[in-house]
């Protein structure tokens, strides 16, 4: 069982591995605020998502969960790939989630705007795609010749601001990025998940108008 | 799609304020 | 080879896993910055430390060249295992280091000093402390019953804070994981990398006269 917001990125990872092994997973998604789950998961609502399987194991955190549910084909068949998915995963929570929150959250409404970040993580953002962009050059996947947890965590980071900010114009010059992008979200596994995603057109811009804030 | 929970999130901000001010910080001790 | 900053805390996980498994580790502290390194690893200083083995494979990443240098031991020996050491992995990265830094790297004169972001760190690790205390009341260990990258990483972590500010009425409360913390860095291998760990007698505080940011 996987307690999640319904279409949480955060579960994304998970759900997606789950897809490549067969595990069957049931998502519930209330009460996350109750005493009840509060009580019976110590990380409480901040860990969402959070699994337990039949026999009552429990795990929080999106990629850890996705780590469990995976076949060993996704988490890296040698010690040198497994430290490789480890990299591009780290990568993606460390290097990619504060940047694509800090610039996309504002969008959706989820956090104030404030131009000074905006404009610090679009330029990170673009850091991390050019550090993409000259490995998925020569490489089809991130790590070995198929998809791994490395291409699922890091797509998933990668998500919201494919579909929220990146248009066009911003994905000039990272074309292996977006090709790399594309080829794993049409993967089965992915669109059962992710249904069919569309490629930003036009960037969603947080109302400059809202409350500026100093974060 | 729904913000609400996005917004309950903890996001790190300001992590490259603190990137940078521990890389300059390490390159200073070390010289 | 570790190409890492001398003393730096995000490089101890590896070198202290490899005290478990006997890996040889040649460290390289400069040049860092000179063209021939950059050129060789892509991310550039900003992912350091990074590691190079003998036949060429290269990584970065503390946690990753941690996972890599591991004896399997130490990634938990089972499946379930090797999920919770994950799982505690990215809970040291995600919910640890970013309250650690705030808190702590004003009082190295790392960063300007912000009362209310230093204030907001230290409740949301009294936090972490907290979820850390419940589960060390009934475990020796994060994973399992020895060490493993688990408490490695999250003893990593929390090295700063334990060194420079959790002074005894900070740690009041938390005696499972003030009692857990010294049992790791008294083991050999910890002792070995960090030699000897002093907990903070009188917490350093960051200079109220210093200028104040808001961040």
């Known amino acids: ?20 092994s067969g595990v069957q ?3 519930v998604s209330e009460p996350l605020e109750s005493d009840a789950f509060l009580s019976r998961f110590p990380f409480g609502k901040t860990q969402v998502p959070v699994f337990e399987g039949e026999d009552g194991f429990q795990i929080n955190e999106g990629t850890a969960i996705a780590h469990y549910v995976s076949p060993e084909s ?3 068949s040698c010690l040198q790939d497994s430290a490789l998915v480890q990299q591009w995963v780290n990568f993606a929570n460390s ?8 610039w996309v959250y504002p969008t959706l409404g989820a956090a104030d705007y404030n131009k000074q970040a905006t404009e610090r993580a ?6 991390v795609l050019s550090v993409l962009e000259e490995h998925l050059k020569t490489h089809t996947f991130l790590v070995g010749e198929r ?3 490395a291409d699922i965590s890091v797509v998933c980071a990668l998500l919201l601001a494919y579909t929220q900010v990146l248009d066009p114009p911003q994905r000039e010059g990272y074309g292996s990025v977006t090709r790399w992008f594309c080829t794993c979200v049409q993967q089965p596994q992915f669109s059962q998940v992710l ?11 947080a109302s400059a108008t809202a409350s500026e804030m100093d974060f | 799609m729904s913000a609400e929970y996005l917004a309950q999130e903890k996001i790190w901000f300001d992590k490259h304020r603190y990137d940078e001010a521990e890389r300059q910080y390490y390159e200073r001790m070390n010289g």
Chains 1, 3 share one sequence.
């Open chain 1, 95 to 102: 290097e990619i989630v504060p940047s694509v929150a800090t």
């Open chain 1, 25 to 27: 997973i049931n998502i």
């Open chain 1, 1 to 20: 069982t996987l307690y999640t917001y319904p279409n949480y990125w955060r579960s994304y990872p998970a759900l997606i591995a789950a897809q490549y």
């Open chain 1, 195 to 205: 249904g069919e995603v569309q490629l930003c057109e036009k960037a969603e811009l």
């Open chain 1, 74 to 76: 996704l988490r890296g």
């Open chain 1, 147 to 149: 998809v791994t947890l």
């Open chain 1, 122 to 127: 679009r330029e990170h953002l673009q850091g």
